[in-house]
């Protein structure tokens, strides 16, 4: 019987596709240079700011002052439209999200989030309804360890006081997460009521795994 259930942030409790996006290329459109030109700083920083090494201001600032184009409006600007838009996808997600994480916990399964995020999506996890719905939270950025490593998902179930096999792990299967969490000892299940063909989501659906097509199916699951 499992004892906890473990979740995923994007596209699994929430999506980052309901909502007006604001990644790499539209911060290229309002700096106004070539999105190959803003990726060259860009790209490369993806690992500093997933593990917590280096920020959303400080990559945006050192863009535009490494194109000679630095302006305080400008750099405040694209700063709160980001921080808008990691705050926005709160408000766009699955109906039955909040209604399945507080009936895990009502039937006492312990509940935990594992995400690979920025600074500026912490602060927006931090203040959503969602925070306070999990016993365990573990951040890339403020643990300094991200998926697929299989140390993430052995730290959470040790946080959760529970074996790695006594843990459901649910994801949409972006950064290797449900072959990592199922090399952890977790039993790995793909969430799948956000994939939409077209949208560039890190991955479809995966076959060789189990599958639950809404969030519901998350209980069924835990049930003995």
């Given amino acids: 019987m499992f004892k906890a259930v473990v979740f995923d942030m994007y596209e699994t409790l929430v999506t980052l596709f309901n909502s007006r996006v604001y990644k790499g290329r539209q911060i290229a459109e309002e700096m106004n240079i070539p999105e190959t030109v803003f990726r060259e700083i860009w790209d490369p920083s993806e690992d500093a700011r997933t593990l917590g090494y280096m920020s959303f201001e400080e990559v945006i600032e050192k863009i535009l002052r490494g194109n000679n ?102 994801g949409d299967g972006g950064s290797n997460e449900l072959d990592a969490a199922r090399t952890a000892g977790m039993k790995p299940l793909q969430a799948t009521w956000y994939l939409k063909d077209g949208l560039g989501q890190p991955c479809g659906r995966m076959d060789e795994f189990d599958q639950a097509a809404v969030p519901m199916d998350v209980l069924k699951a835990v049930q003995p």
Avoid: Q, W
């Fill in 69 to 170: 184009i630095y302006d305080s409006e400008l750099y405040g600007r694209i700063i709160r439209n980001r921080k808008d838009y990691s705050s926005e996808v709160f408000h766009h997600k699955h109906p039955d999200i909040i209604p399945m994480l507080r009936a895990l916990r009502e039937g006492g399964i312990k509940t935990a989030l594992i995400t690979n995020c920025y600074f500026e999506e912490k602060e927006a996890i931090v203040n959503s309804d969602l925070y306070g719905l999990f016993d365990v939270i573990c951040m890339s950025c403020d643990i300094k360890i991200k998926k697929p490593d299989i140390r993430i998902f052995e730290l959470c179930a040790k946080e959760l006081d529970v074996m790695p096999e006594e843990c459901l792990y649910v």
